[in-house]
């Protein structure tokens, strides 16, 4: 028996089942470039199915673009808008009250977003906060995230309440290695204190893909000349290569960090309440972003050095 939800989506069950919740097949499943109320980006980790959003290739061509929205079940998982195998754009990971790289939409009336992680699923999805204020969200082939709300004035028609990426900073790995991007009017990149641009000459001209080098390259024979330096209102780097313990504290955190030579930076998976949780850098750290209100705290390696240079 096939029906179509007031949620939209479109379910085949079997007419004997009873649970209203279980069905043989669902349209959700298998999403198309529009996100509504329910859906789910992630993965089913008992079956495999893995929820991504497809761009349309043109308003007019319903055909699967080369742009989409997945889930990437990195340690500390993420959304990323990808075209092909590029990354465009990152969410950044949740830390319990936003994403990362977002933290206006925690102030948003519109729409509430769930992020479930466990043994069987790893995925968000958003529901309205009122019946009455309808909202979905596009991706589409020319790059970019769309949040429609449905506007019931004289024109009856869908509004753009939010776009990502919203500024240039938004560009993913724009500033390279240890590089930062200053969401100031400016827009423009920094290295972190303790790193030098890696191509001076290229970085005067904008050219920072090559990102930062560290002034005092780390020792790995002596932790005691390792030091952690607090930098404040981040988003934080890419999470291709960490690890996540939900278990320990954010000394338990700098103890472990301390002790492998390959974290580079460390911080609370979960900011919430004082924070809690641990994450871990591992490599390069890439893509990351300074704002004037919101952002969270990372704890970046550096040799000790470095230390009395700028505090």
Known sequence: MDQLLDSGNLVIRNEAETNPE?????????PSDTALP???VGSDLKTGLQRRFTAWNSPDDPSPGDVYRV????????????KGTTKLYRHGPWNGLHFSGLPEIQNNTIYDLTFVRNKFEI????????????????????????????????????KTYMTYPKVFCDTYGLCGPYGICVSTQSQSCQCLKGFRPKSPEEWISSGWS?????????????KLTAVFVKFEGLKVPATTHTWLDDNIG??????????????????????????SGCVMWFGDLVDMQQF??????????VDASELGKHH
């Open 250 to 275: 954010l000394e338990g955190c700098k103890v472990k960090c301390l002790n492998n030579c390959s974290c580079m930076a460390y911080t609370n998976s979960d900011i919430r309440g004082g924070g």
């Open 38 to 40: 329910g859906m789910k």
């Open 123 to 158: 995925y968000y999805s958003f529901s309205q906060v009122y019946d009455r204020v309808i909202t979905r969200v596009v991706t589409n082939q020319t790059g970019y995230i769309y949040r429609y709300v449905w506007a019931e004035d004289d024109e009856r028609s869908w």
């Open 71 to 82: 889930l990437e079940l990195y340690n500390y998982p993420e959304i990323y808008l990808m």
């Open 210 to 222: 090559q990102g930062c080098v560290r002034n005092k390259p780390l020792s790995c024979k002596d």
């Open 22 to 30: 279980e069905f043989l097949w669902q349209s959700f499943d298998y």
């Open 292 to 301: 004037e209100i919101g952002g969270q705290d990372l704890y970046i390696r």
